[in-house]
């Protein structure tokens, strides 16, 4: 029964590699087709990895509170109802004082909000920093231990900050991997100095090397964790400068401005001239599905603490990753779906030639039918031909799309990643599509009467 079924298998690849130009033509459908699946699938598989980096990168269930920025402000405004006369709006805000985002909101928040698990406040600052003849600007922010946590940031080296430093301020900072390339590239950056403005900090840890999308950290407001020195917020609160606080240098405006509204004062300090005491609060939520109702606790606790006012945002950038992954999962599943047409279109392809390939051997037909073969025969010699087509079509097109793969990520940056379950599923499906459409062609020339088979002419 094997060399039977083995002679088959010879005489049907004797076909195709006989009429190797009909062959190639009809085996391009199938080829083109799997390539695109598996090219489709591997955009797919890329862009749910980016998703899920970034998400990671902002953290688990974070909200993020931020002070608003004057051209919100000015949108805010204009979005406002028209009720009321322009006088009265003026009238109306200017009788509103808030003191801004300070350090105190970010106590309440987690003394009083039962749902929050921890909550990060953050100040941040422009600096130059300087090392043994070496000057470069990053930003310089203060955090609690919290922050880590957070954003799931580990330490390569050194230690976190202990009370003591957290209480008092002390001069002490952990930096990122890329300022220790920078500045300690030869040495042990642990227990070394470098100065941070006018300030004298001292290195006790170096955090791990993390891929931060530079457009993507601007958007969903997160840190350059690679070139960032943090230090405890107490420090830059008391060290620093406290933006809260009223002071001859604030009311005489000393300082060079910007039009920026920055200014840099002798310590080398670029912040905000605005009055929030701190740049940013990330909640972190306990359960995904206490966020919704969680922010609208946080919009009404800080609306009522500032008088009001509402001069904040408050950004939930995982719900933005997940409505983003959402739509580029509709996308790729639109894409997967036009690529699989090429597919089927193949598999007619298939049908088609298999079905002019029959016309055309009616004779051969007829002959075998009359040495013995038997119409089974006939069927499994014409469908392994199509199979042999399908499979030879789908191997050189898995081929063809990681190759396409590899490309789109080289000249377009699109990450790409081709999965083993993509190939398994484009050769399953071009191995189908040979059978099943093969079937007919072969139905059909097991079919034919032998002996009209012979007069054919």
Not at 183 to 192: D, I
Not at 262 to 274: K, V
Not at 339 to 357: K, Q, R
Request: with cysteine; charged share 20%.
């Amino acid at each position: 029964m094997f060399e039977r079924y083995k002679y088959i298998l010879n005489i049907a690849l004797e076909s195709v590699f006989i009429n190797k130009f009909r062959s190639i033509l009809t085996a391009l459908g199938i080829i083109f087709g799997v390539a695109a699946v598996i090219a489709m699938m591997a955009i797919g598989k890329g862009a749910q990895k980016e998703i899920l980096d970034q998400m990671k990168l902002v953290g688990v269930n974070n909200i993020i509170i931020t002070p608003k920025t004057e051209k919100s402000k000015e949108n805010s405004k204009k979005t406002e109802s028209t009720s009321q006369t322009q006088d009265q709006q003026t009238t109306k805000e200017s009788a509103k004082y808030s003191p801004g985002l300070t350090l105190k909101d970010a106590q309440c928040i987690a003394q009083f909000i039962p749902t929050v698990e921890k909550v990060s406040p953050e100040v941040i600052y422009t600096t130059d920093i300087v090392k043994d003849a070496h000057r470069s600007s990053t930003k310089l922010t203060g955090v609690t231990p919290d922050f880590f946590q957070v954003f799931n940031i580990s330490l390569s080296q050194g230690e976190m900050f202990n009370e003591e430093q957290l209480r008092e301020g002390k001069p002490v900072c952990i930096i990122g991997p890329a300022i220790k390339s920078k500045f300690f590239s030869r040495e042990n950056a642990l227990n070394k100095d470098i100065k941070c403005g006018h300030i004298w900090l001292k290195v006790i840890g170096v955090l791990w090397k993390r891929d931060v999308n530079t457009s993507t950290a601007d958007d969903l407001g997160i840190s350059d964790y690679n070139n960032t020195i943090y230090a405890p917020i107490q420090t830059l609160l008391s060290r620093y400068m406290d933006r809260s606080l009223i002071t001859s240098t604030s009311l005489h405006g000393s300082g060079s401005s910007d039009d920026d509204g920055d200014y840099r004062g002798s310590g080398a300090i670029s912040a905000d001239q605005s009055r929030n005491q701190i740049d940013k609060i990330v909640v972190q939520v306990r359960e995904s599905d206490q966020i919704k109702p969680t922010t609208e606790l946080l919009r009404r606790m800080i609306q009522r603490r500032h008088s009001g006012s509402e001069d904040f945002e408050i950004k939930v950038p995982e719900l933005l990753l997940k409505q983003e992954q959402r739509t580029k999962d509709i996308f790729n599943i639109v894409l997967g779906a036009i690529a699989s047409i090429s597919l089927i279109v193949g598999g007619i392809g298939i049908m088609n030639i298999m079905l002019a390939s029959v016309m055309e051997r009616i004779k051969e037909i007829g002959i075998r039918q009359a040495i013995g073969a038997r119409k089974k025969d006939i069927t499994l010699q014409f469908l392994s031909e199509a199979t042999l087509l399908s499979i030879s079509g789908g191997l050189i097109g898995i081929i063809l799309g990681i190759i396409i793969s590899k490309l789109i990520t080289q000249l377009t940056g699109i990450l790409t990643i081709v999965s083993p379950l993509s190939i398994f599923i484009s050769f399953g499906v071009s191995a189908s599509v040979g059978i099943i459409f093969g079937y007919m062609p072969a139905k059909r020339a097991s079919g034919q009467d032998p002996v009209a088979s012979l007069r054919y002419e």
